[in-house]
Structure formats: structure tokens, C-alpha cells
T-cell receptor, first 115, second 115 residues
């Protein structure tokens, strides 16, 4: 039972254009969402997050949008750069209680930005 | 830099042998996590710890045990390694406090091959 899904295994984008990575979740208890970026042979690095009380969070070239009714979030990268080429994971957590901050990850999307 | 190291970084072992992976952190974080990354599955939680001697199972805990006898070290043990445990293993810590309480920061990973 995959509670967090990234249905696109890969995405190819031209430098300077927008990259849109998508993520869907099924567990209605999730109320905090994160995006991670991973280069080969390195650990994932935190990019941006959003709590369920917001529908948008922006940090420089990165914006995350949350649609709670659709249980869908997306990461927009504008403009895309070749250095953005990596695997992107979305993750979700249920805050508080006995969750202990555990994260549930999607399968990842490989982003390739062509010069 | 969250001050997380993992050792060894690479290991090849034979089926049936015990293996211990070490995660070491330098900043006194209470929460620590072990994940494995496999193609098509993203990162999956194996075990986590919410304090010294306080640990619990994650999503894929069968065949793994953990120990945390001091704050800075979180050990993952494969009692009798199997080929299905060939994977890349990541340790993570969580900083608590403020708006970023649910972000986890990852170590560089250990690539384990069981032959």
C-alpha cells in the first residue's frame, strides 16, 4: 500500500523552462509535506516543505503547492538549471501524537535538465 | 551540515553473515532514523529512535535490529544477511524546535551488497 506516490519516474526539461514534479498521497492523517533532492552517491538533501495549513510555500526558484482536497502536491522549479538534474522525492508526515516525525516517501522522479 | 557520518560507506558480505552499520551524529539530536533505498520504492523506514534505548520498528523492520546506547550512535544490525537486504542504507536525524521540526537530515549512505 503506497501511501505516497510519484507517478512519473522521469521528467526531461530544457534549461530555463519550468519543471513541475507531482506527488499524490492517500493518508488523510498526513499534514506536513517535504521535498528532497538526491544526487548519485549522496544522501538526500532537504529542499522545501509545507504544512497543511498553507497551500503554497516559496523559496527562491522552488515553490511547493498543496491541494488538500485532491491530496496532491507539486514542486515547481523556475527557471530550471542543469545543476537541478537529480532524483526528487516527496515525503509526508503526520505531525504530533505518536508519529515521532516518521516520513513516508514516494518512489522518486528523475529530473534531467538539458542545457 | 548536520554532522552525520555513516560507516562503513561500502560493504560486501556473504549471505548468512551478521553485519552492523553505524550512524554517528555530533549535535545531540534526540531523533534518529534508518532507511533503505531501493529502485522503485524510494526510501523506506526500517527503525527509528526517539532517545537513548528508545527504539521502534518502521515499515520494513523484518531481519533488522537496532541499538542506541548513547545519543550520538545509532546502530543497525542485520543478524543474518540475505540477498534481499542488498541496498543503500541511509541514517537521518531530526532537529526539533520551530517550524522545521519535521525536516530530517540525512547521512551520506552505506552501500551494502550481500552475495
Amino acid at each position: 500500500d503506497q501511501q505516497v506516490k510519484q507517478n512519473s519516474p522521469s521528467l526531461s526539461v530544457q534549461e530555463g523552462r519550468i519543471s513541475i514534479l507531482n506527488c499524490d498521497y492517500t493518508n488523510s492523517m498526513f499534514d506536513y509535506f517535504l521535498w528532497y533532492k538526491k544526487y548519485p552517491a549522496e544522501g538526500p538533501t532537504f529542499l522545501i516543505s509545507i504544512s497543511s495549513i498553507k497551500d503554497k510555500n516559496e523559496d527562491g526558484r522552488f515553490t511547493v503547492f498543496l491541494n488538500k482536497s485532491a491530496k496532491h502536491l507539486s514542486l515547481h522549479i523556475v527557471p530550471s538549471q542543469p545543476g537541478d538534474s537529480a532524483v526528487y522525492f516527496c515525503a509526508a508526515s503526520a505531525m504530533g501524537g505518536t508519529s515521532y516525525g516518521k516520513l513516508t516517501f514516494g518512489q522518486g522522479t528523475i529530473l534531467t535538465v538539458h542545457p | 551540515d548536520a554532522g552525520i557520518t555513516q560507516s562503513p560507506r561500502h560493504k560486501v558480505t556473504e549471505t548468512g553473515t551478521p553485519v552492523t552499520l553505524r550512524c554517528h551524529q555530533t549535535e545531540n539530536h534526540r531523533y534518529m532514523y534508518w532507511y533503505r533505498q531501493d529502485p522503485g520504492h524510494g526510501l523506506r523506514l526500517i527503525h527509528y529512535s526517539y532517545g537513548v534505548k528508545d527504539t521502534d520498528k518502521g515499515e520494513v523492520s523484518d531481519g533488522y535490529s537496532v541499538s542506541r546506547s548513547k545519543t550520538e550512535d545509532f546502530l543497525l544490525t542485520l543478524e543474518s544477511a540475505t540477498s534481499s537486504q542488498t541496498s543503500v542504507y541511509f541514517c537521518a536525524i531530526r532537529e526539533v524546535g520551530g517550524e522545521s521540526s519535521y525536516e530530517q537530515y540525512f547521512g551520506p549512505g552505506t552501500r551494502l551488497t550481500v552475495t
